[in-house]
């Protein structure tokens, strides 16, 4: 007898098994086809059960930027889209450089976050602080971004990173002769950095990478320890949709429809989609500020992707639980026995309409408001407690700290 089964269909090694999870202190204890008994038992068998989906690309904002976004609404954001854990990013106000910010912002975690988390640290001629801060990834910026700061020895940083370093690659100098930010902007700094990645063997993760000659490069060089990230902007939005929105300016920029198709027609090797979510409010938005929230809406929208035949379920699981978790070596996290009961329940065929008014982050707006959705994330499960349920949160913040071995010095 378990103290809980999920009764009902759920993802196991590429295929849709219909059968029961038994769930014991927290941890998967059983996974069979047979039916389980259970003290409770849930009868899951309308929906579709995944393992717990991860967001290695998110701005939970705080600090000095709460009306932005705090810990809370983000991480509770997280858990409404079906987002068990999340990599916070370090260009915060003030930015992570230092072992002291870095102790801080671990404490802020542990007291709000709702979803798991990641701890981060940036990367800016900062080495021996970066070795003293024990984070669970880091990360660079080759040019400015939102905050400003960027690495202006990037191949020094990149070489004394502890752990994995994301990178966010836009050429610094081109940046400040095209501010428009033009595809070459990131097609050079994703070059560079394919070219350092070749000498140093490191492991370096891509983020938000929106070109084809970005996306040709990276999988033309196959280095074995260079992943990469896509946002689903850049899947589903072009260069026209940021002419009719102007809050829909993002870095790097929405591109034009050949580079959309390149993302499309690379699909199937692209390890990890990452929301990057950037929440702003709408006068922050109005005065020119660059990113769009996105963690509500990411399952949604790939669950909408896979009714339209564009993708199947087994791609969300892939890129966002089963390669998140090889690429920063994640522990506990396999969808096997013995590891987390941490599942996102989803409804493949409920259709909805994106309305930003009833979601969590303080964003208070949505690229896709209005849009109308087939498939829609119904529970999000922390090690065996429902935390999310049909919009609602349940709870008290008890998120915790990712086991990510591979950002460990």
């Given at each position: 007898?378990?103290?809980?089964?999920?009764?009902?269909?759920?993802?196991?090694?590429?295929?849709?098994?219909?059968?029961?999870?038994?769930?014991?202190?927290?941890?998967?204890?059983?996974?069979?086809?047979?039916?389980?008994?259970?003290?409770?038992?849930?009868?899951?068998?309308?929906?579709?059960?995944?393992?717990?989906?991860?967001?290695?690309?998110?701005?939970?904002?705080?600090?000095?930027?709460?009306?932005?976004?705090?810990?809370?609404?983000?991480?509770?954001a997280a858990l409404h889209g079906g987002i068990t854990a999340v990599f916070d990013m370090p260009n915060t106000k003030p930015p992570i450089l230092d072992p002291r910010t870095?102790?801080?912002?671990?404490?802020?975690?542990?007291?709000?976050?709702?979803?798991?988390?990641?701890?981060?640290?940036?990367?800016?001629?900062?080495?021996?602080?970066?070795?003293?801060?024990?984070?669970?990834?880091?990360?660079?910026?080759?040019?400015?971004?939102?905050?400003?700061?960027?690495?202006?020895?990037?191949?020094?940083?990149?070489?004394?990173?502890?752990?994995?370093?994301?990178?966010?690659?836009?050429?610094?100098?081109?940046?400040?002769?095209?501010?428009?930010?033009?595809?070459?902007?990131?097609?050079?700094?994703?070059?560079?950095?394919?070219?350092?990645?070749?000498?140093?063997?490191?492991?370096?993760?891509?983020?938000?990478?929106?070109?084809?000659?970005?996306?040709?490069?990276?999988?033309?060089?196959?280095?074995?320890?260079?992943?990469?990230?896509?946002?689903?902007?850049?899947?589903?939005?072009?260069?026209?949709?940021?002419?009719?929105?102007?809050?829909?300016?993002?870095?790097?920029?929405?591109?034009?429809?050949?580079?959309?198709?390149?993302?499309?027609?690379?699909?199937?090797?692209?390890?990890?989609?990452?929301s990057d979510h950037a929440p702003h409010t709408l006068e922050d938005k109005e005065a020119g500020a660059a990113g769009v929230p996105g963690l509500e809406t990411e399952v949604?929208?790939?669950?909408?992707?896979?009714?339209?035949?564009?993708?199947?379920?087994?791609?969300?699981?892939?890129?966002?639980?089963?390669?998140?978790?090889?690429?920063?070596?994640?522990?506990?996290?396999?969808?096997?026995?013995?590891?987390?009961?941490?599942?996102?329940?989803?409804?493949?065929?409920?259709?909805?309409?994106?309305?930003?008014?009833?979601?969590?982050?303080?964003?208070?707006?949505?690229?896709?408001?209005?849009?109308?959705?087939?498939?829609?994330?119904?529970?999000?499960?922390?090690?065996?407690?429902?935390?999310?349920?049909?919009?609602?949160?349940?709870?008290?913040?008890?998120?915790?700290?990712?086991?990510?071995?591979?950002?460990?010095?």
């Amino acid at each position: 007898m378990h103290e809980l089964v999920l009764k009902g269909k759920f993802t196991f090694n590429g295929k849709i098994i219909e059968g029961s999870i038994g769930v014991d202190g927290g941890k998967i204890s059983e996974i069979t086809a047979r039916e389980l008994p259970g003290e409770t038992v849930l009868d899951l068998r309308k929906y579709l059960i995944l393992p717990g989906l991860i967001d290695t690309h998110v701005h939970l904002r705080d600090f000095g930027e709460k009306r932005k976004e705090t810990i809370e609404s983000g991480t509770k954001a997280a858990l409404h889209g079906g987002i068990t854990a999340v990599f916070d990013m370090p260009n915060t106000k003030p930015p992570i450089l230092d072992p002291r910010t870095f102790e801080r912002r671990f404490e802020l975690l542990q007291r709000n976050a709702y979803a798991d988390y990641a701890l981060s640290f940036l990367m800016r001629n900062n080495c021996r602080e970066a070795k003293k801060a024990n984070a669970d990834f880091y990360k660079a910026f080759m040019g400015a971004s939102t905050g400003g700061i960027y690495s202006e020895n990037f191949e020094s940083d990149y070489s004394c990173s502890p752990g994995v370093l994301s990178v966010h690659a836009e050429d610094a100098e081109l940046i400040r002769e095209k501010p428009e930010r033009p595809p070459g902007v990131e097609e050079r700094a994703i070059e560079r950095a394919l070219s350092i990645a070749g000498r140093l063997k490191k492991p370096l993760n891509v983020c938000h990478v929106s070109t084809r000659g970005g996306i040709e490069a990276i999988l033309r060089r196959n280095l074995p320890w260079v992943s990469f990230e896509v946002t689903p902007h850049h899947l589903f939005l072009t260069e026209r949709d940021h002419k009719k929105d102007k809050r829909l300016k993002v870095y790097p920029p929405l591109r034009d429809e050949d580079h959309r198709k390149a993302l499309w027609e690379n699909f199937s090797r692209i390890p990890i989609i990452a929301s990057d979510h950037a929440p702003h409010t709408l006068e922050d938005k109005e005065a020119g500020a660059a990113g769009v929230p996105g963690l509500e809406t990411e399952v949604a929208l790939l669950l909408d992707a896979v009714n339209r035949g564009l993708m199947n379920v087994f791609d969300i699981v892939e890129k966002m639980h089963d390669n998140p978790v090889r690429v920063f070596g994640i522990g506990g996290r396999d969808f096997k026995a013995g590891n987390e009961a941490t599942f996102t329940v989803v409804d493949p065929k409920r259709e909805w309409t994106v309305k930003p008014e009833e979601f969590y982050t303080r964003a208070n707006w949505s690229p896709w408001e209005g849009r109308k959705l087939k498939g829609k994330v119904i529970l999000t499960i922390l090690r065996g407690r429902i935390v999310m349920e049909e919009d609602e949160i349940v709870g008290k913040p008890e998120g915790v700290r990712l086991n990510v071995q591979r950002g460990r010095a």
